[in-house]
């Protein structure tokens, strides 16, 4: 009996020791931004031990991913795994923290902003108050700057695109378009046609936000603007 309750004793100390562990996202935020083209996107995962103290017990949870506008396999490849820091590690010799790079391919058909979640399930060695922010969830949001696509992206300071919000044309001054495509916020083409006198019609489109492609000599232009 003084045995059973030793081990119990011992087994509640070190839960009490334990109590105040944090773990999860290594970010304040609820979202966190990217580039397309960084190689160092991911995201990393912290467990803290009260008082820089050493881990004692295991404590981690099954990572997944979940789509938004961005679709996992295509816009971005994140396989989902189970992560567990194991007793021992601390922060002195950053044991306690673990960067999972997700891969980010250039897309060809959009630019802009595309999002997707980090979840957090199965948690072990804490329950879900222990979680950094009581946060269980991370928005992703990768930002396609039109690099890497195989096509020459013209810089915004070599021509002016106007009036800016404009209901029924747009014109393009410092470059000679040929043709345009417009598309939606969410990747789908709208619009299409050539460029005439350096004038693009949009009077046919519904109000809201839309991004430009026209096609030049020197390069792409794609620019976001607003048909009302």
Known sequence: MKK?????ILFCSVLAAQAQIKFGFNNNLDYDNWNNNDTNAGVELVVWVPKNDTLRIQVGADVTAIDGSARNGFEFNFPPFKWIFQPGVNIYDSTNRKVFKYNLPANSTFFGERDFYIKLTNLIGITTPDLYNNRDLMRVIIDYDGTNVGVKKLS???????PM???SKLFVEGANPSSFEVYDLAGRL???GAVMQNSIDVSELNNGLYVLHAQTENGLIVQKFLKQ
């Open 165 to 167: 919000p404009t209901s």
């Open 190 to 192: 709208a619009s299409s």
């Open 4 to 8: 059973t309750l030793l081990i119990a």
């Open 156 to 162: 915004s300071h070599s021509y002016r695109l106007y």
